[in-house]
């Protein structure tokens, strides 16, 4: 995977079962977000290093502009990509059928899984 954002701090990578970890977004953890279930399916489904993973966490919010660069760069870079986006922002998405048929969009993933 070759991430785009904000990601979890390495310490939690590090672990041998991180997803036992429920202090930064684990399984048993209540998630203010519903999460994709199935993600990891998605995921597990492409190569190795094949997926751009994009995610600016819950507080960074983006202009339609910016929106719209990273669809049109997700469009063109050639990879399949899973791309996080809040509910505020779907509004703001252009090309998502395109976008749909390269990638995997969600309104939130967890990163330890």
């Not at 701090?9 to 048993?28: I, Q, W, Y």
């Amino acid at each position: 995977m070759i991430p785009i954002g904000p990601l979890v701090p390495s310490a939690f990578l590090d672990e041998k079962e991180p997803t036992k970890d429920n202090s930064f977004g684990g399984r048993s953890q209540t998630h203010i977000f519903q999460p994709s279930n199935d993600c990891v399916e998605w995921l597990d489904s492409k190569k190795e290093m094949s997926v751009v993973y994009v995610s600016f966490g819950s507080l960074i919010v983006l202009s339609k502009v910016q929106m719209e660069e990273i669809a049109r760069a997700l469009l063109d870079c050639g990879f399949s990509f899973l791309w996080v986006i809040k509910e505020k922002e779907e509004e703001l998405l252009s090309y998502r059928e395109e976008l749909e048929k390269k990638g995997k969009i969600v309104k939130w993933c967890s990163q330890v899984e």
